[in-house]
């Protein structure tokens, strides 16, 4: 059985970082692309940034390109989201995901079979 667990999240201010983890156990890690999703309150889920499986590849959303780092450690089976710059904006529980069946980064969440519980991260103003 999948398992993934966020950490990381929090409190801080504009302009600040935070860098949130995921923790994936249950299938070989090594063998699926990951990402992180968001979900602020009264809006739908969206897509922040994907990585594939080996770490090659990334993809992020227009809103956070240049601002977030998604990368992977298939050692530690973790996947990372390092937030720079952020905005109040970005408010929203975070979540790590992993796709189905394939290598290769997806954007659309109905490719992500397994998700963690999420973690808060709130940006004041």
């Known amino acids: 059985q999948v398992q993934l667990v966020e950490s990381g999240g929090g409190l801080v201010q504009a302009g600040g970082s935070l860098r949130l983890s995921c923790a994936a156990s249950g299938r070989k890690f090594s063998t699926y692309a990951m990402a992180w999703f968001r979900q602020a309150p009264g809006k739908e889920r969206e897509f922040v940034a994907a990585?594939?499986?080996?770490?090659?590849?990334?993809y992020y959303a227009d809103s956070v390109k240049g601002r977030f780092t998604i990368s992977r450690d298939n050692a530690k089976n973790t996947v990372y989201l390092q937030m720079y710059v952020l905005k109040p904006e970005d408010t929203a529980v975070y979540y790590c995901?992993?796709?189905?069946?394939?290598?290769?980064?997806?954007?659309?969440?109905?490719?992500?079979?397994?998700w963690g519980r999420g973690t808060q991260v709130t940006v004041s103003s």
């Open positions: 995901a992993q796709v189905k069946v394939t290598c290769d980064y997806r954007t659309d969440p109905s490719e992500y079979d397994y």
């Open positions: 990585i594939s499986c080996v770490g090659g590849l990334t």
